[in-house]
């Protein structure tokens, strides 16, 4: 067993690249519209699900992946304007309610769709395992942690170099000084959903090749991600990243020197840990009382 905390650590921190990319999406809707937008682990299904579907039709794996990725934004666009936008007025737990409402809807949508089979997309540079030290790993793993560092670098980027990033930033400090300095926070939130269901998206067709996907795929992802944001601070970006890491350690780490049987319970004690004895999360919410 001493030898093996190498391959615990890595397939923690695999597990962890994706819980980060699912709570930033969380963190963006958040600080956007001070709402928990319950859906965004079915983007991370939608994602994953359309990919397997356009690889199916005969497109090639990188085209797949780019319009599966495209198509969750597209869907997380049209429902942030047939059933967010115009609820943006009611309280939060409305909003929360309908995010939910908005989950089941997808789930059953994905289900007549694609029925109850499970799928799996090839992995992107084969399937040969890679030995590291002592444990081995498998290519996509690579992906999964390269992919996920490039997409917190981009969003990083477009926060910072971009006027609809600085927007959403201003938006998530104090929406009203926003409103009064003529950032329209309409398109903030209309675009925070889009790109939250984006990055849920990368996290599903990252790690189809290895955890296969389906038309629940969202729930465990979602709960995990949220998980991951509440441990890091709901509304830090930094801490989602840093939540999702840890929270994936935590399950490597105790899935392999505890039982597997504990994994996904893992995520839940988090939860319940942070509500008691961290309400604000490793790096603080400057929100917290809106939850």
């Known amino acids: 067993m001493g030898s093996s905390w190498l391959q615990f650590v890595a ?173 329209d926070t309409r398109v903030v939130l209309f675009a925070s959903f889009g790109l939250a269901a984006a990055l849920g998206a990368i996290g599903g067709v990252l790690i189809a090749p290895i955890a296969f996907t389906s038309y629940d795929a969202g729930i465990m992802l979602g709960l995990k991600g949220f998980a991951a944001a509440m441990l890091g601070g709901l509304g830090s970006f930094a801490g989602a990243v840093a939540g999702g890491l840890l929270l994936g350690l935590l399950e490597g780490l105790g899935a392999g020197f505890v039982s597997s049987a504990y994994k996904d319970a893992i995520a839940f004690v988090v939860i319940l840990a942070v509500l008691f004895f961290l309400p604000g999360g490793l790096l603080g919410t400057r929100h917290r009382d809106r939850v």
């Open 11 to 183: 397939g923690g921190l695999t597990s962890g690249a994706i819980y980060a990319l699912v709570a930033l999406g969380f963190a963006i809707v958040f600080n956007a519209s001070g709402a928990i937008n319950f859906a965004q682990g079915e983007f991370v299904m939608v994602g994953s699900m359309s990919a397997v579907t356009l690889l199916g039709l005969g497109l090639p794996l990188p085209v797949a992946v780019v319009l599966a990725i495209a198509a969750a934004a597209v869907v997380a666009l049209i429902i942030e304007r047939i059933a967010i936008a115009p609820a943006r007025h009611a309280e939060t737990v409305t909003l929360i309610i309908i995010t939910i409402g908005v989950s089941l809807f997808l789930r059953g949508l994905a289900q007549l769709l694609w029925g109850t089979g499970v799928f799996r997309l090839p992995g992107f540079s084969g399937d040969e395992p890679i030995a590291v030290g002592n444990a081995t790993i498998l290519p996509q793993s690579l992906w999964v942690l390269g992919g996920a560092a490039v997409s917190v670098v981009l969003l990083a980027t477009f926060y910072r170099r971009t006027l609809l990033g600085k927007a959403m930033l201003a938006t998530s400090y104090n929406r009203l000084a926003a409103q009064l300095v003529g950032i």
